[in-house]
């Protein structure tokens, strides 16, 4: 896997992905910061997850959404101290033992991202289940 990433003024730069996806991030909040991108990394990569878990149990998902909370450190280098990342999941049948499943499998044993921060970065996983 390659990227690349160029500044374009002040704190701006713009990364390019090996498979040419473009994003822009900023260190003035002008654009996604990084942290905020390593922070929607997680809950995109364990969403992922989630929903093929899911699907691959045969469970009709009518949405997936992880809304993601980060508390840093108070000093430089501001790393994660810890993320929360709360699933709400909709669908048909979705029973309460299949999501916690999906959403641990993903945390502990899929989710490439939250593997790199664990050890790091206190993890918490929670979910909700509607039907729709």
Do not use: H
């Not at 160029?6 to 909040?29: H, N, Q, R």
């Not at 969403?47 to 998902?61: A, C, Q, Y």
């Not at 309460?96 to 991202?113: D, P, Q, T």
């Amino acid at each position: 896997m390659k990227a690349n990433v160029v500044w374009d003024k002040d704190l701006t730069f713009t990364a390019t992905t090996e498979s040419g996806y473009k994003m822009v991030m900023d260190g003035e909040g002008k654009a996604v910061s990084p942290m905020e991108s390593v922070l929607l990394a997680a809950g995109a990569c364990s969403s992922i997850d989630v929903v093929d878990i899911l699907k691959k149990g045969r469970f009709n998902i009518a949405n997936c959404e992880c809304e993601l909370e980060a508390e840093r450190a108070d000093s430089a280098p501001k790393v994660f101290t810890k993320i929360i990342a709360n699933y709400k999941v909709s669908g048909q049948g979705l029973t309460e033992k299949a999501v916690a499943r999906a959403v641990s499998l993903s945390a502990e044993k899929y989710c490439s991202v939250m593997l790199m921060l664990a050890g790091n970065v206190e993890i918490e996983t929670r979910f909700e289940i509607t039907e729709a």
